[in-house]
């Protein structure tokens, strides 16, 4: 499968971006996708993930209640959505979309930047 992921930009504090993630494969049941990042200077680190077809998402802690993992409601598009809100500096990062199978991350994309400053 390749993942494409876009929508990054510079956005100021407290403003939104939604990302996206198309994948080139039209099935994805069974797998689970994910958003991840990595800061300037940090580990990549775990942002959300869902279930494909399945209701319920997790998130990590610092992003609880602000971004929001999704698919497109339309079923023909193999799409995934991370909406972002009320960003903060510490939301700068290389965003990067992944599918997974078993607690592993097989695939990956490319990554799309995030810039959140004044």
């Known amino acids: 499968v390749q993942l494409q992921a876009s929508g990054g930009g510079l956005v100021e504090p407290g403003g939104s971006l939604r990302l996206s993630c198309a994948a080139s494969?039209?099935?994805?049941?069974?797998?689970?996708m994910a958003w991840f990042r990595r800061a300037p200077g940090k580990e990549r680190e775990f942002v959300a993930a869902?279930?494909?077809?399945?209701?319920?998402?997790?998130?990590a802690d610092s992003v609880k209640g602000r971004l929001t993992i999704s698919r497109d409601r339309d079923s023909a598009k193999n799409t995934m959505y991370l909406q972002m809100n009320d960003l903060k500096s510490d939301d700068t990062a290389v965003y990067y979309c992944?599918?997974?199978?078993?607690?592993?991350?097989?695939?990956w994309g490319q990554g799309t930047l995030v810039t959140v400053s004044s």
């Open positions: 869902l279930q494909w077809g399945v209701a319920g998402a997790s998130y």
């Open positions: 992944a599918r997974g199978q078993g607690g592993r991350w097989h695939d």
């Open positions: 494969e039209r099935n994805l049941d069974h797998y689970y």
